[in-house]
């Protein structure tokens, strides 16, 4: 069965008619939302099939209740099916890991993701490792992260893929551009790195022992910052006419903040990510893409493409 | 069992005598293959335990051959039984499997290496995964390279991972470094990337859609050439007081060139290898280590440190 095939590209250049400096993550996220969508509506009406996530949270952390939410809801929109497992804070790594094999055994569920961070007493690394590869929606799986640096996946985890997606949408060159990523998490540095350099622009990973951080982001067409320090890229060190795509969120005074001077970056950008309303709605929208996916692997079906959804399968 | 605890620092400044600038892989070779016969002595007398590595060889291409010679010469000095095993030009897809997975399965083998190219008929990346993740002494099967991205691997690509003992034997001070990769390949370019960053150097991989090469070049503090272009890096692209590893080789009129040009660059780095007798013998010396890594864990025993093995095991 093909999904998805032939879809227009992308019309969002009016970016909804607010300033065209500004990368709209939520209208893209909107349309890439419609796509999945429109593979779920067909699953279930050709197959019967409807997807599932279930998202495993342990313990009682605010922000991660937050981020679960979102998540959920988006789920609610396209039409998948989601349930949240919520975990005792205490639970023990041996039970947890016992969870997770019983979710990734049972052929109800479609995508299996686990909330991070866990508490301290928990491996973080190891409990991903117990999730099937196929259900591994974030794509943090070790599986996965080695067919990304194969040239070989599909399920890759969202932050970097929505990144990837928000470029496309907009039209952004990669072929040759000089990208810089400050960062080199296992969420979002390292796989970003991987999917830029596959998508042929030149790239350079800074992080916290990088000298000269200033003249790095200051030589970047494409620079992408996850670092979680709030306003670390100062507006005057952005290479004018870069674009510009700010992964950090953290809340100072009450207002929320990303990595990067906003306004004073605004000034001098092609185009840049705003926070909130950026990467973030691209990340859950992403986690749909993936479930989809997943999905649809389970059938043994294949996705062709879309506008924005590449096409692609995986062993 | 601990192996190899608290040998010295390797003391190799004076070089076997020569031009300190140049980087003797021959001599460091030497010193790694001393701490593998070590422990595979010590596997041997305490245990009872031979490792045993075998090198799968399709068709007879002649720089295939010399290779593989190489590589069953360097188990012979260490003490590892190696064994080839030549399979016919023409042999199928499923054919060359069903031999990587019957290896795979039997206990008397500790690493497999498939020599690559294949011929054109056959998958490659397909057949890696055949062979068992924790025999991959190559380190290119797909769980590996994942657990390279996680930072949790044990089994490494050769050739980088043979890099990074050269520098460490040479006391090369790699963190916060400018590290320039030219080439992306899975082999080489990607997974040095991968280390590197791990190292805490800030790293850039360039390729053949890269503008400005040279300016990229001439930023590097470490640079690392591995595009098998022979002699791609001009000498006076070369920063001053650089170290270069040319990881290439190629035979232009009749004599072995690497992928930069050695004479121009030994005026202006600090230090680099030679084409011959640089990072070839590492990558040799290295897939040794790897096999009494496998080796260590199939017997469920725990490599320590040596001056140039380092801890790690691997699930």
Redo the contacts between chains.
Sequence with gaps: MTFLANLEPLKLAANSGSDPRILDGRAVAAALRDEVKLGVDILREERGVIPKLVVVLVGDDPASQIYVRHKVRGCEVVGIESERRILPHDISQDTLHQVLRDLSADPSVNGILLQLPLPDHLND??AV?QISSFKDVDGF????????????SVLEPCTPRGVMTLMKARGIEV??A?AVVVG?S?VVG??M??ML?RD????????R???DLAE?VGQAEILIVATGVPELVKGDWIRPGAVVFDVGISRVDGRLVGDVEFDAALERVQAITPVPGGVGPMTVATLLENTLRATLKAHKLKIEYGALIEAGDF?
């Design positions: 690394i190891i490792e799986h070790y599986k996965n992260l080695g067919r990304l640096m194969s040239w070989a072929r040759g000089r080199r296992m390292r796989p790195a991987q350099v042929d622009a030149t790239v350079t990973v800074c992080h022992h990088t000298r790095h062993e």
